[in-house]
């Protein structure tokens, strides 16, 4: 369903639904929605992230499904390969496997979102800064909704994600600098012609889809657990996470411990 409006996570100020990226202060931009009575039986009977349709803001009948959501959490017994293995010496660990993804990693989410808002807002030119898995998946999801992208893949960037993204017809731009460069290029891009920037935390929708992983490992373990140590960049995912449990409160379908969360994250990297 559309969202009702768009705050501000900075200074609370709102938005009608359009094609925006960042709020007048530069603060980040959610999706906020009026749901009246809504009970878990309206959940999807689907195997991907659109069984959450009804907190997503896409209508059913815009979605065109790559497979992405829907990946598997296993319970781990032991950890390490080979020589070094070492016994689990806690209640439970379970790895949830975004591997599966189209594009093979957790952007397909945000893109799978993110991509046809744009679209169905007026968006038809897209651009995003990345240091290649945002690429890709923007790449798959412009091909898929028959929009133009564009790629600012940043200086050490991952050539196999820009091949995959060429092979979607996007258009791949190598620049020199590091992704915080391929950023700034982007938020000029945008502001001088009709294209619109998808990088990070800059437009409201990729949040939208990361938040699904919570709900999955919510669903998957009839709870949640103690801990979620996440890897980041830019930090949508965890953001997406973090939505989520304020929307599962808010809805009245959980009312339990929220987990701590355990951010790692390669040095310099964002």
């Known amino acids: ?47 991907d992230l659109w069984r959450y349709a009804p907190l997503l803001p896409l209508e059913e009948s815009e979605i065109r499904s790559r497979g992405e959501g829907g990946t598997p959490l296993h319970r781990l017994e032991h950890l390490g390969s080979g020589g070094r293995v070492a016994r689990v010496k806690v209640a439970a660990l379970y790895v949830k496997d975004e591997g599966l993804n189209p594009t093979g990693t957790f952007k397909a989410r945000g893109m799978a979102v993110a991509v046809p808002m744009a679209c169905a807002l007026g968006g038809s030119n897209l651009v995003v800064p990345t240091a290649g898995n945002a690429g890709a998946a923007l790449a798959l999801y412009a091909a898929t909704y028959g929009a133009r992208s564009l790629i600012l893949l940043a200086g050490g960037g991952s050539e196999e994600a820009a091949r995959e993204a060429v092979a979607y017809r996007s258009y791949v731009f190598r620049t020199a600098g590091d992704i915080s460069d391929a950023g700034r290029i982007a938020r000029d891009l945008a502001g001088m012609t009709e294209t619109f920037s998808l990088a990070t935390l800059r437009e409201p929708y990729r949040v939208e889809g990361k938040k699904t992983m919570l709900f999955e490992i919510w669903e998957a373990l009839g709870g949640l657990p103690d801990w979620i140590v996440f890897p980041t960049g830019g930090g949508t995912g965890i953001v997406g996470m973090w939505k989520a449990l304020h929307e599962l409160r808010d809805l009245g379908w959980y009312d339990g411990p929220w987990p701590r969360f355990g951010v790692v994250q390669a040095e310099g990297c964002a």
């Open 1 to 47: 369903m559309r969202p009702a409006f768009l705050e501000c996570t900075a200074c609370s100020k709102h938005y009608e639904v359009r094609l925006i990226n960042v709020c007048d202060c530069g603060g980040p931009l959610f999706a906020r929605y009026e749901w009246t009575d809504l009970g878990m039986d309206r959940l999807l009977p689907r195997n």
